[in-house]
């Protein structure tokens, strides 16, 4: 049997960059875009929930195939092991926590 092969992709969504595990990386019947298929998540078991990984969960979890656009892709990478799904600031790299950690503030107050 061969080997389940990981790959980890980064791709630009909204203003900020997405990294998501996946078993099938290839290029789209549409034109100018590439294919993501077999999305890999945590099973959402364990005590440690980490906010961006559940979202981006939640956001692609009926998709079979996902296709982004070529321009948008930062790379793509054969990975021995999954790592965390991230939602990151496009300008900085920092992670980003897809909920406000304080209230917003109200002008006048």
């Known amino acids: ?8 992709v980064a791709f630009h969504n909204h203003g900020k960059v997405y990294e998501l595990y996946c078993t099938g ?4 019947d549409l034109w100018g875009f590439l294919q993501i298929s077999g999305m890999v998540f ?12 559940e979202k981006i969960r939640d956001e692609f979890a009926d998709v079979e195939v996902l296709h982004v656009p070529l321009h948008g892709v930062l790379r793509v990478e054969q990975v021995a092991r ?3 799904a991230t939602i990151r600031d496009r300008e900085s790299g ?13 002008p006048g107050n």
Not at 94 to 106: A, C, D, G, I, M
């Open 1 to 8: 049997m061969g080997k389940n092969i990981l790959y980890r």
């Open 42 to 53: 945590d099973s959402g078991d364990s005590v440690v929930v980490d906010p961006a990984e």
């Open 25 to 28: 990386v290839s290029t789209s």
């Open 94 to 106: 920092e992670k980003v926590t897809p909920f406000p950690l304080q209230p917003p503030v109200r």
């Open 82 to 84: 999954k790592g965390q």
